[in-house]
C-alpha cells in the first residue's frame, strides 16, 4: 500500500523560506513521477513541480510561477520527496500536496497516490 505524509507547512513572512518533505512508502523511485501541487482557497488544483525518475536521469519542470524559487528533490535511501521554497510570496498561500505516479509511453504523469496536504500561509 502505497503511502504519502507531507511534513514541513507553516506560516511565514514574505521573502521567507520553508521546505516541504514527502515522506513515501509502498513504493519504490524507480520509474516515477513525484509532484508537488498546491491549491488555494477558492482555485482549483495546479502542479508546482515535478520530477521523473524514468529517463536517464531524473528529470524535473515547475510552473512558471515558481521558477527559479522553488526546487524540487528526491532521496532514494531516504524514500522522501522535497520542496525547497524561497523568496516565498502571498501567492504562495495554498494547501500544498505531494503526489506519487507513472508516466505512461508519450503520455504526461499521472498520479493516483495523494498525501492529505501541508498548509502554507504567507503573510505580507
Known amino acids: 500500500q502505497v503511502q504519502l505524509v507531507e511534513s514541513g507547512g507553516g506560516s511565514v513572512q514574505a521573502g521567507d523560506s520553508l521546505t516541504l518533505s514527502c515522506k513515501v512508502s509502498?513504493?519504490?523511485?524507480?520509474?516515477?513521477?513525484m509532484g508537488w501541487f498546491r491549491q488555494a482557497p477558492g482555485k482549483e488544483r495546479e502542479k508546482v513541480a515535478q520530477?521523473?525518475?524514468?529517463?536517464?536521469?531524473?528529470?524535473?519542470e515547475y510552473d512558471d510561477s515558481v521558477k527559479g524559487r522553488f526546487a524540487i528533490s528526491h532521496d532514494g535511501a531516504k524514500m522522501t520527496v522535497t520542496l525547497q521554497m524561497n523568496s516565498l510570496q502571498y501567492d504562495d498561500t495554498a494547501m500544498y500536496y505531494c503526489?506519487?505516479?507513472?508516466?505512461?509511453?508519450?503520455?504526461?504523469?499521472?498520479?493516483?497516490?495523494w498525501g492529505q496536504g501541508t498548509k502554507v500561509t504567507v503573510s505580507s
Open positions: 503526489a506519487l505516479g507513472h508516466k505512461p509511453f508519450l503520455s504526461p504523469c499521472s498520479y493516483p497516490y
Open positions: 509502498g513504493s519504490s523511485f524507480t520509474k516515477v513521477c
Open positions: 520530477i521523473y525518475t524514468g529517463g536517464s536521469f531524473p528529470s524535473s
